[in-house]
Antibody, heavy 119, light 111 residues
Framework: QVQLQESGPGLVKPSETLSLTCTVS????????WSWIRQPPGKGLEWIGY???????SYNPSLKSRVTISVDTSKNQPSLKLTSVTAADTAVYYC?????????????WGQGTTVTVSS | QSVLTQPPSVSGAPGQGVTFSCTGT?????????VHWYQQLPGTAPKLLIY???NRPSGVPDRFSGSKSDTSASLAITGLQAEDEADYYC???????????FGGGTKLTVL
């Protein structure tokens, strides 16, 4: 059974960099895309971007200038970095598997981690 | 403003059926990209409910079904149960944005 677990600081100061890691268990990181999706309090879902294990990545144009998604295949860990954060980046951040086998849907979700941007 | 448009709320009585709509454009649903649906129970992560327009992952009851036509898609639930009360999101791919897009979500209230 595939499980995803996000980890990282729950509080980030404005203008600093948000860094999150996802630990994948029960499956190899290879053969899938790994995505980050966020959900601001009381709002809907926003796709941030995804990466293939080879390193090929795609980002939401609205965040592209501030986002880097990377993958450490030796640790089975995708990671997210979001620079120059503001209060608008406060959200629950989900690590999600993007699966070609399921018509390119998001088929496995982590439980999410809450990140608050505040001084 | 979400790229895919969903009504903010839908309600129905136990045992009844409800339908959720998801309206897109010629660069996403209308371009032939698949639509997927997710269920988010209160306080939990979203869960894949329907993939590829009308396919259910293992474990999803056949009370849930999906369809797609032109620039829109629909999710139907029959035999409503109290535990169906949740937020439902549609998702597709958008060629002009070169990425995944979501609807704003529809909150289902079981009366």
């Amino acid at each position: 059974q595939v499980q995803l677990q996000e980890s990282g600081p729950g509080l980030v100061k404005p203008s600093e960099t948000l860094s999150l890691t996802c630990t994948v268990s029960g499956a190899s990181i290879r053969s899938y895309y790994w995505s980050w999706i966020r959900q601001p309090p009381g709002k809907g879902l926003e796709w941030i971007g995804y990466i293939y294990y080879s390193g090929s990545a795609s980002y939401n144009p609205s965040l592209k200038s501030r986002v880097t998604i990377s993958v450490d295949t030796s640790k089975n860990q995708p990671s997210l970095k979001l620079t120059s954060v503001t209060a608008a980046d406060t959200a629950v951040y989900y690590c999600v598997r993007y699966s070609p086998q399921y018509s390119s849907s998001f088929d496995v979700w982590g439980q999410g981690t809450t990140v608050t941007v505040s001084s | 403003q979400s790229v895919l448009t969903q009504p903010p709320s839908v309600s129905g009585a136990p045992g009844q059926g409800v339908t959720f709509s998801c309206t897109g454009t010629s660069s996403n649903i209308g371009a032939g990209y698949d639509v997927h649906w997710y269920q988010q129970l209160p306080g939990t992560a979203p869960k894949l409910l329907i993939y590829g327009n009308n396919n259910r992952p293992s474990g999803v009851p056949d009370r849930f079904s999906g369809s797609k036509s032109d620039t829109s898609a629909s999710l139907a639930i029959t035999g409503l149960q109290a535990e169906d009360e949740a937020d439902y999101y549609c998702q597709s791919y958008d060629s002009s944005l070169s990425g995944s897009v979501f609807g704003g979500g529809t909150k289902l209230t079981v009366l």
